[in-house]
């Protein structure tokens, strides 16, 4: 590979320093796609950059025979056919297993508070109550953090951020990770079994990471094992979750609310009709962001030009 075709399908506010990286590493196409304009313009390329909007799969290698490297803006890599690209000896460069570097990227973690807060406080639904010009306050009673019991399942980096801001609440802290060492766990956090958490927590906030082992890890028992009113939060992959035993737990009331920035099938149009976002609609105790948690100013910045880095050492491998 003499100078490459790099093709970024998602150009919005790509970080100008990364994308001058990638100019100096080969012929830079900064766009925005679709999926079938990804399909359209995908064919030259050697290296396709992509961060969540579009699945990377057979159909879309298919149309591009001679990409060698997809660069991925995440560490989840379930939106990417990762058996196919193995297959087709397509190298991956993304934040997966990238500890030190990611040990400063906070944004998922501060959104996983965030929803808790918007939860906890009704806030969505007070808003557009005074934007209609309500001004009842008694409609939208909530609940302090203080004091209340967190749990916190999977004590990776995130988890373990997460937790350190929860503390800072004054809450009480639990985690359950089976491979996370009592020693590891940081002073004001617990290490209990799973099915303690979830009986103990008044919040349940799930940081697994997803495979194909994980997928449905959190299923219809362990919402029935959580304690009856809690909240749940999930800032990690929707496939994690059984979707029809949550929102049968938010329709009985077992589960009081829920905050998503996660669903299953994520795509970047036609979600009105997912269950849980038709749920959403048309109940206060469900609320879902679209996919947002890594997606800050800072954040995306850091990661572009760390990824344009890790791309031009793959690059460099490639031609050796």
């Known amino acids: 590979m003499s100078r490459p075709n790099i093709l970024v399908a998602e150009r919005k506010e790509f970080s100008p320093k990364a994308a001058e990286m990638l100019r100096g590493l080969g012929d830079l196409t900064l766009t925005d796609l679709d999926r079938q304009g990804l399909l359209a313009a995908v064919g030259e390329s050697d290296v396709l950059w992509v961060r969540l909007r579009n699945r990377i799969d057979a159909e879309v290698m298919n149309a591009a025979p001679q990409l060698a490297v997809i660069v991925a803006h995440s560490t989840g890599l379930n939106h990417i056919d990762l058996v196919e690209a193995e297959r087709r ?3 991956i460069v993304s934040l997966k297993g990238e500890a030190d570097f990611l040990k400063d990227i906070r944004a998922t973690a501060e959104l996983a508070v965030g929803l808790l807060l918007n939860v906890a406080r009704h806030i969505p639904a007070a808003i557009a109550h005074a934007s209609e010009g309500g001004w009842n306050r008694d409609l939208f009673k909530g ?3 203080y004091g209340k019991t967190a749990g916190i399942v999977g004590y990776g980096r995130l988890g373990r951020i997460v937790a350190r801001y929860l503390t800072a609440f004054d809450m009480r802290v639990l985690t359950a990770d089976p491979y996370i060492d009592a020693s590891a766990i940081e002073p004001g956090v617990r290490l209990v079994p799973i099915d303690e958490l979830l009986r103990e927590s008044d919040v349940v906030s799930l940081h697994v990471n997803y495979s194909a082992d994980t997928h449905g890890f959190f299923g219809r028992g362990r919402f029935a094992a959580m304690k009856p009113g809690a909240w749940f939060i ?3 992959r929707g ?3 059984d979707e029809a035993a949550l929102l049968d737990a938010l329709r009985s009331g077992h589960v009081a609310a829920a905050g998503l920035d996660v669903v299953c099938d994520e ?3 036609g ?3 997912h ?6 609609r048309e109940h206060d105790n469900l609320i879902i962001t679209p996919h947002i948690g890594g997606c ?3 954040s995306m910045e850091k990661t572009e030009v760390f990824l344009a880095q890790k791309l031009g050492l793959a690059l460099k491998e490639n031609c050796q």
């Open 89 to 91: 000896g397509i190298k």
């Open 143 to 145: 609940n302090e953090l």
């Open 234 to 236: 999930n800032t990690a």
């Open 239 to 241: 496939e994690l979750v």
């Open 267 to 269: 795509r970047p149009d």
């Open 271 to 273: 979600m009105a009709e």
């Open 275 to 280: 269950p849980l976002v038709a749920y959403a």
């Open 296 to 298: 800050t100013v800072e």
